[in-house]
């Protein structure tokens, strides 16, 4: 299992357009061969916006990344983010 955690800082400004961007993908993905879990979180400020996600395999999560849906909300990204994504890998311990 590969399991994503990731912190999406977006500017003010944009940040109703982020949120309203991964809530848009959210069914989608969740709907990808190899998704186990896709969770969108916000922090009581709504300055942030946090993603949890379970992938059966890193190959899927690469899978993710090429669907279109996916590709735009990058984009999107390079004028809305304040700063880059930050992205941990997590392993799930037993």
């Known amino acids: 299992m590969h399991c994503i955690f990731a912190t999406i800082t977006p500017?003010?400004?944009y940040f109703k357009s982020?949120?309203?961007a991964i809530l848009?993908?959210?069914g989608a993905t969740r709907k990808e061969e190899g998704c186990?879990?896709?969770d969108v979180h916000t922090n009581q400020s709504e300055t942030q916006l946090f993603l949890y996600e379970q992938w059966?395999?890193?190959s899927a999560l690469e899978q993710h990344y090429?669907?279109?849906y996916t590709?735009?909300?990058f984009a999107a990204y390079q004028e809305w983010l304040a700063e880059p994504v930050e992205i941990?890998?997590?392993a799930l311990l037993k």
Do not use: C, N, P, S
């Open 11 to 13: 500017k003010a400004q």
């Open 18 to 20: 982020a949120k309203k």
């Open 24 to 26: 848009g993908i959210l």
């Open 36 to 38: 186990l879990q896709f």
């Open 56 to 58: 059966q395999d890193e």
């Open 66 to 68: 090429e669907q279109d």
């Open 71 to 73: 590709k735009q909300v």
């Open 88 to 90: 941990k890998t997590m």
